[in-house]
């Protein structure tokens, strides 16, 4: 059953949905082939990586699929959605989801999924005992579900609350917002949760369509990460998704994104107390060149306790902020940069001027203490090291943790070639990086550059508004 079985050296970066990182995702380094990890691809096409982490007495499963928001049209979007909540939720030819939800107790499963705009991924962690369990009930919910006209209508209400939960949140419909305007003319435009009126349209025929089109194992990947021993584990997987049928995966042809050609500004009103301010840049795609110091710009400019665009706005004596932080996102056809703000309404036009006056100067920042001659260096705060140690804590709960690392491979070897060369250790690039590299990589995406900036007030309420009138009246 075996096409492929290579003895290598496997490096990659997490992809963009692992998200907890914060954009300067751990690349991961693995022998392969070998009593602690293996790579292969079966004669139908799905590709395996296996590795074995003998810490905790856990194995984490998980399966993605090379479908997301991108893969939808506008009749069509929103059915990934649809697909999630019914592979979750729903029932497969073999058994009702009140069983399969009293069996996976019983084996002590935690079961989840996750939909970007690449892919899907399905996520299963349990005891290392039931890790044969695991991959069966994997394989049935994700090949042989069942579609009924009820259990659809059942999945569309919980959806639609899902979707105007997040209408309600600003951050949401603000990053929403930046992303369809950054993104205009690229599938990577439409928004994860689908279009509502698609979605109550949507019949079964059409979505189990879609489904066939989409779910088959040259379109997908498994990894498994755990307490296991990978011969075993390696010829259950070859009985149990070996015999799945061969079939040609659906054609992908997708541009990279490319950077706006003018300025986009929105203005938005929701019922809220705060205002918020939402600026985005486009920024390099996943395993560019640029991700990694890009990631660790996010870091230095928004995160952690010091950052440095939070002492322009919101620690200096004119607080025009309430918070400040910064995200990258890294996906597989281009990338975004967004800074989030939480204000006064009365000090958006003030925060908005000094935000496009921060990034424009940004490429001439010091963000190391070598920047400073010798005698200034004692009480100068030295953002880059300290994005350094912040990522080597992060790396280290990466390889800690299973369940992050497996869904990292999964979506790694579902998108990318894997090369027979040895990859230079990912802190070693880390380390690599100096404050000049950050500046050039601040010219290249952000100083100077054109953006989306949204803007989210609180509405009027009813006296304004007559205030207001009464006003231009006179």
């Given at each position: 059953?075996?096409?492929?079985?290579?003895?290598?050296?496997?490096k990659?970066?997490?992809?963009?949905?692992?998200?907890?990182?914060?954009?300067?995702?751990?690349?991961?380094?693995?022998?392969?082939?070998?009593?602690?990890?293996?790579y292969?691809?079966?004669?139908?096409?799905?590709?395996?990586?296996?590795?074995?982490?003998?810490?905790?007495?856990?194995?984490?499963?998980?399966?993605?699929?090379?479908?997301?928001?991108?893969?939808?049209?506008?009749?069509?979007?929103?059915?990934?959605?649809?697909?999630?909540?019914?592979?979750?939720?729903?029932?497969?030819?073999?058994?009702?989801?009140?069983?399969?939800?009293?069996?996976?107790?019983?084996?002590?499963?935690?079961?989840?999924?996750?939909?970007?705009?690449?892919?899907?991924?399905?996520?299963?962690?349990?005891?290392?005992?039931?890790?044969?369990?695991?991959?069966?009930?994997l394989?049935?919910?994700?090949?042989?579900?069942?579609?009924?006209?009820?259990?659809?209508?059942?999945?569309?209400?919980?959806?639609?609350?899902?979707?105007?939960?997040?209408q309600?949140r600003?951050?949401?419909?603000?990053?929403?917002?930046?992303?369809?305007?950054?993104?205009?003319?690229?599938?990577?435009?439409?928004?994860?949760?689908?279009?509502?009126?698609?979605i109550?349209?949507?019949?079964?025929?059409?979505?189990?369509?879609?489904?066939?089109?989409?779910?088959?194992?040259?379109?997908?990947?498994?990894?498994?990460?755990?307490?296991?021993?990978?011969?075993?584990?390696?010829?259950?997987?070859?009985?149990?998704?070996?015999?799945?049928?061969?079939?040609?995966?659906?054609?992908?042809?997708?541009?990279?994104?490319?950077?706006?050609?003018?300025?986009?500004?929105?203005k938005?009103?929701?019922?809220?107390?705060?205002?918020?301010?939402?600026?985005?840049?486009?920024?390099?795609?996943?395993?560019?060149?640029?991700?990694?110091?890009?990631?660790?710009?996010?870091?230095?400019?928004?995160?952690?306790?010091?950052?440095?665009?939070?002492?322009?706005?919101?620690?200096?004596?004119?607080?025009?902020?309430?918070?400040?932080?910064?995200?990258?996102?890294?996906?597989?056809?281009?990338?975004?940069?967004?800074?989030?703000?939480?204000?006064?309404?009365?000090?958006?036009?003030?925060?908005?001027?000094?935000?496009?006056?921060?990034?424009?100067?940004s490429?001439?920042?010091?963000?190391?203490?070598?920047?400073?001659?010798?005698?200034?260096?004692?009480?100068?705060?030295?953002?880059?090291?300290?994005?350094?140690?912040?990522?080597?804590?992060?790396?280290?709960?990466?390889?800690?943790?299973?369940?992050?690392?497996?869904?990292?491979?999964?979506?790694?070897?579902l998108?990318?070639?894997?090369?027979?060369?040895?990859?230079?250790?990912?802190?070693t690039?880390?380390?690599?990086?100096?404050?000049?590299?950050?500046?050039?990589?601040?010219?290249?995406?952000?100083?100077?550059?054109?953006?989306?900036m949204?803007?989210?007030?609180?509405?009027?309420?009813?006296?304004?508004?007559?205030?207001?009138?009464?006003?231009?009246?006179?």
């Amino acid at each position: 059953m075996i096409v492929e079985m290579i003895d290598l050296k496997l490096k990659a970066a997490a992809i963009s949905l692992i998200l907890f990182i914060n954009g300067a995702l751990p690349v991961f380094t693995a022998n392969t082939g070998s009593a602690h990890n293996k790579y292969r691809v079966l004669e139908n096409g799905l590709r395996i990586y296996l590795e074995k982490r003998d810490n905790i007495p856990l194995a984490n499963i998980v399966f993605a699929i090379n479908v997301g928001s991108k893969d939808e049209s506008t009749e069509t979007s929103g059915m990934v959605h649809l697909l999630e909540h019914l592979i979750l939720l729903g029932e497969t030819e073999y058994h009702t989801f009140t069983d399969i939800n009293l069996e996976m107790r019983r084996h002590g499963v935690d079961f989840n999924a996750h939909t970007s705009h690449d892919l899907m991924t399905f996520e299963i962690s349990l005891p290392t005992q039931y890790w044969e369990f695991g991959l069966n009930i994997l394989k049935e919910k994700l090949f042989h579900l069942k579609f009924s006209q009820q259990k659809l209508a059942k999945e569309k209400e919980i959806i639609f609350k899902e979707i105007a939960q997040d209408q309600d949140r600003p951050l949401t419909t603000g990053t929403l917002l930046v992303l369809q305007n950054l993104f205009k003319n690229h599938p990577y435009e439409r928004p994860i949760s689908g279009d509502q009126k698609v979605i109550e349209n949507t019949r079964v025929e059409e979505l189990n369509r879609f489904y066939k089109r989409y779910f088959v194992p040259s379109n997908c990947s498994l990894a498994v990460v755990g307490d296991i021993d990978i011969l075993d584990i390696d010829n259950k997987i070859r009985q149990v998704f070996g015999t799945l049928e061969k079939k040609e995966k659906p054609p992908s042809d997708f541009k990279k994104t490319q950077p706006l050609k003018k300025n986009v500004k929105v203005k938005e009103q929701m019922d809220i107390t705060q205002s918020y301010l939402i600026l985005g840049f486009y920024a390099p795609p996943s395993l560019h060149p640029d991700q990694l110091t890009i990631g660790i710009l996010n870091r230095v400019l928004g995160k952690g306790i010091d950052p440095l665009l939070g002492r322009m706005l919101v620690q200096r004596r004119k607080r025009l902020a309430y918070t400040i932080s910064t995200r990258y996102i890294a996906l597989e056809y281009g990338g975004a940069f967004l800074i989030y703000l939480t204000l006064e309404p009365k000090n958006i036009s003030s925060a908005r001027r000094e935000l496009i006056k921060f990034f424009k100067t940004s490429w001439s920042f010091n963000y190391s203490k070598k920047d400073f001659p010798l005698g200034r260096r004692t009480h100068v705060t030295d953002y880059l090291e300290t994005a350094k140690n912040s990522i080597k804590f992060s790396h280290q709960q990466f390889q800690e943790q299973g369940l992050n690392a497996a869904i990292s491979y999964a979506g790694y070897i579902l998108f990318h070639k894997i090369h027979q060369t040895e990859g230079e250790p990912y802190m070693t690039k880390v380390e690599k990086i100096k404050s000049a590299d950050l500046r050039d990589a601040a010219s290249r995406y952000l100083s100077g550059k054109h953006y989306v900036m949204v803007s989210i007030r609180p509405e009027k309420k009813e006296k304004d508004k007559k205030t207001e009138g009464k006003k231009i009246g006179r």
